[in-house]
């Protein structure tokens, strides 16, 4: 018996002392948290790659309806669903599903005191705003579209959400929503009419 409790306690000293050991159980304890930092890092740089691409769909759509030349007459409805399936390209090689975009025209006084939706179109289950109704626009942008208020000007808008889900779904779980929303000035400074034909059809892909 007493041979027994001798070799069971070197067998302890034996392995207190065995730094392997210890090394062995320090990992263990960290492992966890070294694959949430891994995880994590994927699903960041994959959530600030959507956001970044989310913000130049909205400002490719507003730049390609502000080159229009109104002295071409309205803009077909055909070149609207273009640059809107044109912008839609640039999410790939992640779903397109979820993608959601809207451009509107607005108009406003030379005073900057009325400033009005002229026309708006959506695409792919995207809501567009009511023709008439007001617009909020920064005093910046309002002085930009009307020449320090001394004429009547037009702003486009293009605004896009995107339902992103995670890659993983370990970090974060659920679907998060992205916005991004960008104003340009029509390039020839002129009133752009809406679409002929109609907007494009707004059927959710």
Do not use: H
């Not at 406003?108 to 567009?128: E, L, M, Q, R």
């Not at 009547?152 to 992103?164: L, R």
């Amino acid at each position: 018996m007493k041979r027994a409790r001798e070799a069971i306690r070197r067998l302890i000293t034996r392995f207190a002392r065995n730094e392997r050991a210890v090394a062995a159980v320090e990992f263990a304890l960290i492992l966890p948290f070294l694959i949430l930092l891994y995880m994590g890092s994927i699903e960041a740089s994959s959530l600030f790659t959507v956001d970044r691409r989310i913000e130049v769909i909205s400002a490719t759509t507003a730049d390609l309806l502000a080159r229009w030349n109104p002295n071409q007459g309205p803009i077909p409805s055909a070149t609207v669903e273009d640059y809107f399936k044109a912008a839609e390209g640039i999410i790939t090689p992640y779903s397109t599903s979820g993608l959601k975009q809207v451009v509107s025209f607005v108009t406003v006084n030379a005073a900057a005191t009325s400033i009005k939706v002229a026309w708006s179109c959506a695409y792919n289950g995207g809501t567009a705003l009511t023709a008439g109704t007001d617009f909020v626009l920064g005093d910046k942008m309002k002085l930009l579209a009307t020449s320090n208020n001394t004429k009547a000007g037009f702003v486009i808008v293009s605004k896009t959400n995107y339902s992103y889900l995670p890659v993983l779904g370990m970090v974060f779980t659920n679907a998060l929503n992205l916005e991004n929303q960008s104003l340009f000035l029509p390039r020839f400074g002129a009133s752009i009419a809406a679409p002929n034909g109609g907007c494009p059809a707004n059927v959710a892909m």
